[in-house]
């Protein structure tokens, strides 16, 4: 069976290509900048669709490109198009969705487990184990329970402002009703004194003067309440989207051209990489290079010679005696050259490695800068600007209808003042009276009116907040017994990782190595929540043969890349992946396996029996490899 991929436009690839991956080893040879990770990218990117943007996998000179696999029978594919200078995915269809492939991939930049604890030193592996151990369920329901509990923790908050807003209010509003109750009492006695010829006027100036209470008590409300609370809203969007242009503005002023800044950043990691890589490749020759005094020395011993083929002399001992003793001193000679180029070797890569670090650690904070003014361009300042417009037409509303209500006023004065006239002095100053008390209880009854359309808002705040209130603490039990149940299954779990691990350990000779072992511990995360954590300790076997337990951190490059190789052989022991079949490639850099040269061939014969097909990129010399191959091995 045969995986068929073909690119389109992808990442360093320009135009169509065609790979063939076979059952057994595949090796991708090349040297650097011929398109061996644009290749890994592309494949990872049908298991792990989230695994790389696709702003990076397609080619930055194309608006259009495509990613296809063949495999079974079955064809994949995942298309995508540039538009306004953002890449979309046309087409999805990837082989799977399964992240934990991405915590398998045994290369420092895209396994997630060997990135984490060469590159960043970080022991912990509980993301890892929940899905060695295909506890991946409880993880999500975790992170769906946290995300019910802080969603309705939100509600609550909100629901506690209405219920406290709702109390005052409706003491307000039993306030008034008392009030009102009191006025039309006195109302009552002085229409009971009112002549009855003058009854009608009065009762029409009553009507009146009500109305004027209410619109005196309306044109105060959008005054002082409704103006104001516009106003302020308005000020607040104003100042925000004035200060997000500036955001804007500063931003393009420091990259006038953030792409290109950011492509830059990234060529430099490259060009990290590559110095990293050669230092490596040195390395590896280093190690499997001979001293030609050795083969000389060899060839003397095998023919007795009695003379040294380099000066001419003539030895004083027996051929055997000589040349074995020269033998031992050029080899010891030999020996601690080696070891101190190779540790010379190793401090120069963990310093390119460390300063990759940094500059990828800042790409990470251009990216998620960058991704923030877009936001603020495309979403934040579009919806601001639009809620102020809409806010300067409803500002403009309520002005127009605080101006006509002014002019009913005036109107309502007019004829109030025109009825009076019709009255004698007593009846005008019942009627004055009577008019005070119309007012008033038209400006209570405005009142009372505007109070209870904000108690129908908000009637159901405090069922609502009780309610919420028990179904957080519901979700919070949930959430702690479902937490409880995952780190109490991890911790039976732990020693069959430590046992399994011991097992790989000694099959691939670390002599120095005994152990992995795991400990349980706590920490907060982001959010500062309290949670438990498996982080890896190593039992180091020291050539006394005693046994000490060491921290990752203290560790060399070389002693955690083989501390990572084994955590991930470990999982396949463990069969993380046993669902697909074998039919998930398993993805290794040269790099990682080429740490010890010698255990290079045992190493991927050991990974060929979790998976039909295993990837392993290889760097090569340009006058030896032109360009991209991929070699078949069984």
């Known amino acids: 069976m045969v995986i068929v991929l073909e690119l389109e436009n992808i990442g360093g690839f320009a135009g169509k290509h065609r790979f063939e991956l076979r059952e057994g080893l595949n090796e991708i040879i090349a040297p650097n900048a011929m398109g061996k990770t644009s290749l890994i990218k592309a494949?990872?990117?049908?298991?792990v669709p989230n695994i790389t943007s696709a702003e990076e996998i397609l080619n930055y000179d194309a608006d259009e490109g495509y990613i296809k696999v063949e495999i079974d029978g079955k064809t994949f594919i995942r298309?995508?198009?540039?538009?306004?200078?953002?890449?979309?995915?046309?087409?999805?269809k990837p082989i799977v969705i399964d992240d934990k492939i991405k915590y398998l991939v045994l290369d420092v930049q895209l396994g997630e487990v060997v990135k984490n604890l060469v590159l960043e030193m970080k022991p912990d592996i509980t993301n890892y184990l929940v899905r060695v151990f295909k506890l991946k369920d409880y993880e999500d329901k975790i992170a769906e329970l946290r995300s019910q509990v802080q969603s309705l923790e939100r509600e609550a908050e909100y629901l506690k402002k209405e219920v406290a807003e709702l109390t005052e209010v409706d003491e307000e509003r039993k306030r008034l009703e008392e009030e009102r109750t009191k006025l039309v009492k006195e109302l009552e006695s002085i229409r009971g004194v009112s002549i009855e010829r003058a009854r009608q006027i009065q009762d029409r100036i009553g009507e009146l003067n009500r109305r004027l209470g209410e619109i005196e008590s309306r044109i105060k409300d959008i005054e002082e309440r409704l103006l104001p609370a516009i106003e302020e809203r308005t000020k607040e969007l104003q100042l925000e989207i004035e200060r997000l242009k500036k955001d804007v503005s500063e931003?393009?002023?420091?990259?006038?051209?953030?792409?290109?800044?950011?492509?830059?950043?990234?060529?430099?990691?490259?060009?990290?990489?590559?110095?990293?890589?050669?230092?490596k490749r040195e390395l590896s020759d280093l190690m499997s290079g001979h001293d030609a005094r050795i083969s000389v020395i060899k060839m003397a011993t095998l023919t007795k010679t009695t003379t040294c083929p380099v000066c001419g002399r003539s030895i004083e001992l027996s051929p055997e005696e000589f040349w074995g003793s020269r033998l031992r001193e050029v080899e010891d000679e030999v020996k601690k050259i080696k070891e101190s180029l190779i540790k010379d070797y190793e401090e120069r890569i963990n310093k390119a490695q460390e300063e990759r670090l940094k500059i990828w650690k800042?790409?990470?904070?251009?990216?998620?800068?960058?991704?923030?003014?877009?936001?603020?361009?495309?979403?934040?300042?579009?919806?601001?600007?639009?809620?102020?417009?809409?806010l300067t037409k409803e500002f403009e509303n309520y002005k127009n209808e605080a101006s006509r209500l002014r002019s009913e006023k005036n109107y309502v004065i007019k004829l109030l003042e025109d009825l009076k006239k019709e009255l004698s002095e007593e009846e005008r100053k019942a009627a004055e009276k009577r008019a005070e008390i119309e007012k008033k209880l038209g400006e209570i009854e405005q009142r009372i009116k505007d109070l209870e359309e904000v108690?129908?808002?908000?009637?159901?705040?405090?069922?609502?907040?009780?309610?919420?209130?028990?179904?957080?603490?519901?979700?919070?039990?949930?959430?702690?017994?479902?937490?409880?149940?995952?780190?109490?299954?991890?911790?039976?779990?732990?020693?069959?990782?430590?046992?399994?691990?011991?097992?790989?350990?000694?099959?691939?000779?670390?002599?120095?190595?005994?152990?992995?072992?795991?400990?349980?511990?706590?920490?907060?995360?982001?959010?500062?929540?309290?949670?438990?954590?498996?982080?890896?300790?190593v039992i180091r076997i020291l050539p006394s043969g005693k046994e000490i337990e060491q921290p990752l951190s203290t560790l060399s490059t070389s002693e955690r890349l083989a501390v990572s190789l084994i955590t991930i052989l470990t999982g396949y022991r463990l069969k993380v992946l046993e669902e697909y079949e074998g039919k998930v490639p398993i993805i290794a850099d040269e790099a990682l396996l080429a740490f010890d040269p010698y255990r290079f061939v045992k190493v991927a014969e050991e990974l060929k029996k979790y998976a039909k097909y295993v990837v392993i990129t290889r760097l090569a010399e340009p006058n030896k490899v032109s360009q991209l191959t991929v070699l078949h091995r069984q």
């Open 79 to 92: 298309r995508f198009r540039r538009e306004k200078g953002k890449v979309l995915e046309a087409e999805s």
């Open 43 to 47: 494949l990872l990117a049908m298991y």
């Open 362 to 390: 800042e790409l990470e904070e251009f990216t998620k800068k960058y991704n923030g003014i877009r936001e603020i361009e495309m979403v934040r300042l579009p919806k601001y600007e639009s809620e102020l417009k809409n």
């Open 455 to 537: 108690i129908a808002e908000k009637s159901d705040a405090g069922k609502k907040l009780t309610e919420t209130i028990k179904k957080i603490e519901e979700l919070k039990r949930e959430l702690k017994r479902t937490e409880e149940e995952l780190y109490s299954t991890l911790a039976m779990m732990k020693d069959e990782f430590t046992k399994i691990s011991s097992e790989v350990i000694k099959e691939l000779g670390f002599t120095w190595l005994k152990s992995i072992r795991l400990v349980s511990s706590e920490m907060r995360d982001k959010t500062g929540e309290v949670k438990r954590v498996f982080e890896i300790k």
């Open 251 to 279: 931003f393009y002023e420091r990259y006038r051209e953030p792409d290109k800044y950011m492509n830059s950043i990234k060529e430099h990691i490259a060009r990290i990489d590559e110095f990293i890589d050669t230092l």
